[in-house]
């Protein structure tokens, strides 16, 4: 039989089509199918939905709806329905938040690599849209990925300092973050249910009829077991080489490139973590000196004292066990602070009975929260302090010498440093 | 020609959803909107159109030249590449001089710590590899001559 022009033609056609990601034989990976793709799904699904609830409640923990200094949304509008009184019990709480937060957001890139991976050949779907919900479901995808990869990568950025991102990070993480768990959330609706027959049908692996296996499978490298573990592995190996920097001592040196893991700053009673070293602050060494630093303490009525650190040491000293624990998601184990309970400086300025919220100002030159409020419950508690001491010695200049605040359950950076003047009364 | 609605509890699921969207997207998008825009935008058609073929096209090449032993320098190698795409502002030293700065710690041992898990990776594989053709070369029976 003679092959004729149109013959050809056809032949190159399919060869070309075959060469194009829009035809179904340009994925060739023996991997991709249903099951894949739904236990993918289905861990992603709760690791995504604890670390959505990790970040609101990390964000609650602000107190952003007390004051204007606290809040770096204040167009949240609903989005803030949730907020509640940020509690002090249990003093770890923040760092347990945070530190699964930011942990575990690390130890699921993989899953979240290798599930885009998994379903990557219907990004080039012919025809692009079969209905008018197939249309919106797949804008719908688009808010998912890029939301998923917008708050990965601002998260990864900011906890290594790197402020490449277009604006402040809070607002781009929290409201990035609603934008992508609308889209997460209607996905997951629409997909929960198959991810879950998938899995109950096929116990095992295998192969089965689905737009996501391939036509024309390659020669298979390694088993769809093999392959998750693979994926597992990577995790694994973000997770141990990260989480130490939620502990101290050997466990930290653990955490081989996390920002703060390995050695500690310096030895002896300050040698643990510090978020913003005095130099980066902009704090002068002259303001801090014992003849030149004075803490202006305004109360009820604009009663005002002023207390230099000798007359701060003769108020009742009092300490606690309180770990520093950043947004960043590393943290300290508990630190021995000793110095006046807020309640107790309250008291001072006419709140004798009924400790109110506070305004904190440092003599921090810069940065977003050089002031900060906090609120009653938190001045309140016996544990709160005004610390002058940490683990038996004066503070060190990046602790925040000559007083810091100190607050259980506090977000890090609401435990202001180079406290310059406290005004209690309601915000 | 009429246009197909599809399934309409998937409809109504959809709009709420974008409703939802639009109204945490003003907010995201009060700033410097097209910066913010193109890092969303960006971020999904970087990883869908460069970064995953990109890798597919190494693991392809890979398995060319490595044939049936791939495993054991596909598993190191993307351990050690997911290790340098998730803390490359660190690895790479962009970020030493704030580093430093901020957080009173040595900005330096990220490349060299680095190197070294790197190194580990591909050392275990390795070891992985010569123990288990030893094994197979031990159960193999004698070649009759």
């Known amino acids: 039989m003679v092959r004729g022009p149109v013959d050809g033609v056809a032949r ?11 035809a179904p034989s340009f994925w060739r990976s023996p991997l991709r199918g249903p099951w894949l793709t739904s236990v993918l799904g289905i861990v992603l699904l709760g690791g995504i939905t604890l670390l959505f609830v990790t970040g609101l409640l990390s964000y609650a923990a602000y107190n952003p709806d007390l004051a204007p200094v606290n809040d770096k949304t204040p167009d949240k509008g609903v989005l803030g329905f949730y907020l509640f009184s940020w509690p002090t019990d249990p003093h770890w709480l923040y760092r347990l938040d945070q530190g699964v937060h930011v942990t575990l957001g690390i130890t699921l890139i993989p899953v979240l690599l290798a599930k885009l991976w998994s379903v990557v050949p219907k990004l080039f779907t012919l025809p692009p849209a079969r209905s ?35 604006g402040s990070f809070y607002p781009l993480h929290f409201y990035g973050a609603w934008v992508f768990f609308t889209a997460f959330v209607a996905h997951a609706v629409l997909k929960t249910p198959l991810a879950l027959r998938n899995l109950r049908r096929l116990r095992e692996p295998r192969e089965e009829q689905s737009e996501l296996v391939s036509p024309d499978p390659a020669e298979p490298t390694v088993s769809r077991r093999g392959a998750l573990w693979f994926v597992g592995g990577g995790s694994l190996l973000l997770f141990l ?16 490139l ?4 390995g050695a500690e700053p310096g030895s002896g009673p300050g040698g643990f973590q510090i978020n913003k070293t005095a130099a980066y602050a902009g704090i002068d060494p002259a303001e801090t ?42 943290s300290t184990s508990d630190q021995w602070w000793r110095g006046v309970r807020l309640r107790d400086l309250a008291a001072l300025v006419g709140y004798e009975d009924d400790p109110p919220d506070v305004f904190v100002e440092s003599l921090q030159r810069h940065g977003a929260f050089r002031r900060a409020a906090l609120r009653s419950n938190q001045v309140a508690d016996p ?45 | 020609m009429r246009i197909p609605l599809g399934s309409p509890l998937q409809l109504l699921l959809l709009v ?42 190494a693991d392809r090449a890979l398995v060319k030249t490595a044939g049936r032993h791939v495993l054991y320098v596909r598993v190191p190698a993307a351990f050690s590449l997911l290790l340098l795409l998730v803390w490359f502002p660190l690895i790479s030293g962009q970020v030493a001089d704030r580093y430093a700065r901020a957080t009173g710690l040595s900005p330096d041992g990220f490349l060299a710590r680095w190197l070294l898990v790197t190194a580990v990776l591909f050392g275990g594989s390795a070891v992985v590899f010569v123990v ?14």
């Open chain 1, 12 to 22: 190159a056609y399919r060869r070309d089509m075959a060469r194009s990601p829009f």
């Open chain 1, 132 to 166: 008018l919900a197939h249309a919106l479901e797949r804008i719908s995808l688009l808010l998912l990925v890029g939301g998923a990869l917008f708050e990965f990568v601002t998260g990864v950025l900011n906890v290594q300092l790197d402020y490449l991102f277009p």
């Open chain 1, 241 to 256: 080489t990260t989480a130490g920097q939620s502990f101290d001592g050997f466990l930290r040196r653990t955490a081989l």
């Open chain 1, 258 to 261: 996390a920002p703060h893991g």
């Open chain 1, 289 to 330: 000196g014992e003849e030149a630093w004075r803490l202006v303490v305004t109360g009820r009525d604009g009663r005002t004292v002023r207390l230099g650190r000798a007359e701060l040491l003769r108020l009742p000293l009092h300490s606690s066990a309180l770990p520093i624990a950043c947004v960043e998601g590393w």
């Open chain 1, 383 to 427: 544990r709160s302090l005004l610390a002058l001491f940490v683990n038996g010695e004066d503070l060190t200049p990046d602790h925040g010498h000559p007083a810091r605040i100190i607050v259980p359950a506090a977000p890090g950076v609401l435990n202001t440093k180079w406290v310059a003047r406290l005004t209690f009364g309601d915000l």
């Open chain 2, 16 to 57: 709420c959803s974008f409703a939802l969207a639009g109204y945490a997207g003003v907010r995201l998008l009060a700033g410097d909107w097209f910066g913010v825009a193109l890092w969303f935008v960006g971020a999904a058609v970087l990883h869908d159109l460069v970064l995953l073929p990109l890798y597919a096209a």
């Open chain 2, 132 to 145: 288990r053709r030893r094994r197979a070369t031990k159960q193999r029976p004698p070649a009759v001559h």
